[in-house]
Nanobody, 122 residues
Framework: QVQLAESGGGLVQAGGSLRLSCTAS????????MGWFRQAPGKEREFVAR????????SYGDSVKGRFTTSRDNAKNTVYLQMDNLKPEDTAVYFC???????????????WGQGTQVTVSS
């Protein structure tokens, strides 16, 4: 178990950028694959991005490919989500999560942050 906390959300204009951060408490951050999910009102939680334990592999949901980049700094117990060219449909609560396995399945993630709101205006 690891405790996660997201930050960096806010209100931006379409075409703008935000960088989300997720900091982990505890001593086992490097033992987890990390994922980003988002949930818009009335919709299911959606996979956004994932990064493996060392940061050497990443993958992204189709809707954000080419626009979002995730990275991590294990020395700082932090994972990042750089979001560029934001669109109104990116508006959602963004969640940081941790998993022991390499997966995009929500149930595979065993630790979750509280979420941070990203709102993109048109």
């Amino acid at each position: 178990q690891v405790q996660l906390a997201e930050s960096g959300g806010g209100l931006v204009q379409a075409g703008g950028s935000l960088r989300l951060s997720c900091t982990a408490s505890g001593r086992t951050f490097s033992s987890y694959n990390m994922g980003w999910f988002r949930q818009a009102p009335g919709k299911e939680r959606e996979f956004v991005a994932r990064i493996n334990k060392s940061g050497s592999y990443t993958s992204y949901g189709d809707s954000v490919k080419g626009r979002f980049t995730t990275s991590r700094d294990n020395a700082k117990n932090t994972v990042y989500l750089q979001m560029d060219n934001l669109k109104p449909e990116d508006t959602a609560v963004y969640f940081c999560s941790a998993a022991a396995v390499w997966t995009v399945i929500l149930s595979g993630y065993t630790s979750w942050g509280q979420g941070t709101q990203v709102t993109v205006s048109s």
